[in-house]
Structure formats: structure tokens, C-alpha cells
């Protein structure tokens, strides 16, 4: 089974089919010598975050009022005058306060959001020159099927949490369908999450583990790759791009060099089962005030 090296945008543009995750990356050495590394072995699609202070619209930019403001502020702090892809983080805005940057948890206070109005602000950044196109992180189906109706640039893209365990099979095909791409953020299942959540006083929680899977790791050993590799190749057949973090030069290696096999019918049918569901679910965002 054949697997795309970019994926086809609306409006001509083409994104690489595989990207570098970079949230928990916030050691600028770190992140210097991982990045250098990721362009060398021949990463071009870095996502980024205003969030992991290192820059996509943060929760206090989602406001009609805000996205101009925030867009600038990312463009300054990536040093650029314009992003190919520039995203709304999240479906759930949060209030901003004057002269606040990133919000800490204790002032987050969630507050109506009017996907549509930002939408628009977001097309003027198009229509600026600030970003190239635009697209959504953390909606559901009837979110984007409300923009893509009220749009006049369509949505180029739907970030969400996506691996073998949570394969959000109906929400895929509905984007596929409306010629979304879809990128999977967490494609390994997020082993470093407990970390993130300590950060804010709670406990660890029960992860996934996709990387010591059995059944995973029985289809690695038959075609001499990782667990890792199995994972992210099964969402690039799925048409899927996933965007796997890391800041070990070794791992980054190893999470590209995935297109010199293919998994078969049989090895997809079991990766297929292996569905958890929302059960396994990383990111959950349990963090925020609902
Ligand atoms: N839009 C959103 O709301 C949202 C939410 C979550 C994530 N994201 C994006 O998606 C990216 C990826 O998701 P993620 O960071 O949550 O999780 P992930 O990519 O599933 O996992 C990253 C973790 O796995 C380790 N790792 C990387 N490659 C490995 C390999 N080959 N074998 C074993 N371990 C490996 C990394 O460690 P080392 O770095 O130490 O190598 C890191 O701890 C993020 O960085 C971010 O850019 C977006």
C-alpha cells in the first residue's frame, strides 16, 4: 500500500506527510539542537505553538477581537513574515485580560466562542499575507461543517489527537470527504504527558502504551521497524499526517524513515482492531474549566 509524501491542500498548496511535534520542547538548547537536526535528516513541517512557547492562535487569542493581534505576535516571535499554516488551537476560547500573554491555569475562565467571526479574522490573515492558509485544532465534525458552511477560505487542515488506540475513523472520513487534511497530533500516544500534567499539581494517569504493544510489535518485527514506525506508518496509509515529537537526534531519525515499506493488508486489518476509543484519549483537556 502506497503512502503520499505530501498531501494535497485546497488552493494548490501541498503539506509534507510527516511533521515535528514540538510541544514539551521549551529548553531553546534543546530545541535548537533538535530542530537542526530534524531539517537536516529532512523534516519541513514543524508545528509549533503560542502555548508551548515556541507558537497556532493560544486560548486567549480565540476571539474575533484577538486573532490579528496574536497572529502578529507569533510572526515576531518566529521572526518571520508570514507561516504556511496558521491554526485555531482549540474549539473553547478563554478570557484575556489586558497585557496577558499566556494565561496560567488559576485565570483561565473559558467564554463563548463565535467560531464564524473568527473564522473571518482568520481569512483576513490570509488575505494580509500573514499566513498562507488556515485550519482548526480540536474541533468536532458539526464545528467544522458550521465553517466550512460560513467560509470563503475552507479549513486546510483538522489537528487532533489520532494513533492506533483513538482512531477517530468517522471524523477522518467526514474531513477526507470535504478535502481536509488531517494531521495526528500524539501519533505515539504521548508517553511524556504525565510529565506536562505534574507541571500543574495532578497526579499521573494510566497512558496508553502503544510502544510496547504486542501486537504492534509482532508486525515491527515481521518488517525489521519500531513500534514507533508501525504506528506512525498506519496513519500515513490512513492518509493521516502525523506529527511525532522529539528532541533525541536518534528518534527523529527513526520517526521519518518510514517510507521504505509497506504494511500490508493483514497488518493494517490488525491495527484496525486494535480501536480503543475515547478510553484512550490523551489529551482530554481536563486541565481547563469546562
Ligand atoms: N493541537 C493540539 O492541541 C495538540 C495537542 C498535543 C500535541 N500536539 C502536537 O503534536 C505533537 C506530538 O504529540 P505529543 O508530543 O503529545 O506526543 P507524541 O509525539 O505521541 O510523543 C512524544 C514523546 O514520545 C517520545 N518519542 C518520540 N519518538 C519516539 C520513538 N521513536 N520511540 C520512543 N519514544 C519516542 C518523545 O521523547 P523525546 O522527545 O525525549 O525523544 C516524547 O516524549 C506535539 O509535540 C505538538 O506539536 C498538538
Redesign the pocket.
Known amino acids: 500500500m502506497a503512502a503520499k509524501i505530501f498531501m494535497d491542500m485546497p488552493g494548490g498548496l501541498r503539506m509534507p506527510a510527516i511533521g515535528l511535534?514540538?510541544?514539551?520542547?521549551t529548553d531553546d538548547s534543546e530545541l535548537e539542537t533538535a530542530l537542526n537536526a530534524a531539517l537536516e535528516i529532512g523534516y519541513r513541517h514543524i508545528?509549533t505553538?503560542f502555548v508551548?512557547q515556541n507558537e497556532?492562535l493560544p486560548m486567549n487569542g480565540i476571539h474575533e477581537d484577538r486573532v490579528e493581534m496574536f497572529m502578529k505576535k507569533s510572526l515576531e516571535n518566529l521572526q518571520l513574515d508570514y507561516v504556511d499554516l496558521y491554526l485555531i488551537?482549540?474549539a473553547v476560547g478563554v478570557k484575556y485580560f489586558e497585557g496577558q500573554v499566556r494565561p496560567s491555569l488559576d485565570d483561565v475562565q473559558t467564554e463563548k466562542s463565535d467560531h464564524i467571526a473568527i473564522w473571518k479574522k482568520m481569512e483576513e490573515q490570509v488575505d494580509a499575507g500573514r499566513t498562507k492558509t488556515i485550519g482548526i485544532?480540536?474541533f468536532n465534525a458539526k464545528q467544522i461543517e458550521k465553517i466550512i458552511k460560513n467560509s470563503r477560505i475552507k479549513p486546510a487542515c483538522l489537528?487532533v489527537?489520532l494513533?492506533v488506540y483513538l482512531q477517530q475513523r468517522e471524523l477522518v472520513k467526514f474531513c477526507h470527504q470535504n478535502g481536509i487534511v488531517v494531521v495526528g497530533?500524539?501519533?505515539?500516544?504521548?508517553?511524556?504527558?504525565n510529565n506536562f500534567i505534574a507541571n500543574f499539581g495532578q497526579k499521573p494517569r494510566q497512558l496508553p502504551d502503544m510502544?510496547h504493544d504486542a501486537v504492534i510489535k509482532k508486525i515491527a518485527e515481521k518488517h525489521k521497524k519500531?513500534n514507533?514506525q508501525i504506528m506512525l506508518r498506519y496513519l500515513l496509509q490512513n492518509s493521516i499526517v502525523p506529527?511525532?515529537?522529539?528532541?533525541?537526534p536518534a528518534?527523529l531519525k527513526?520517526?521519518i524513515d518510514i517510507f521504505d515499506f509497506s504494511l500490508d493488508s493483514e497488518d493494517m486489518k490488525s491495527l484496525d482492531d486494535l480501536e480503543v476509543g475515547e478510553e484512550a484519549r490523551?489529551?482530554d483537556f481536563k486541565l481547563y474549566p469546562a
Open positions: 511535534g514540538t510541544w514539551q520542547a508545528d505553538a508551548y497556532t488551537h482549540f485544532s480540536n489537528q489527537e494513533h497530533y500524539s501519533p505515539l500516544g504521548s508517553p511524556g504527558y510502544l519500531s514507533a506529527i511525532p515529537k522529539s528532541v533525541t528518534r527513526e520517526n490523551v489529551c
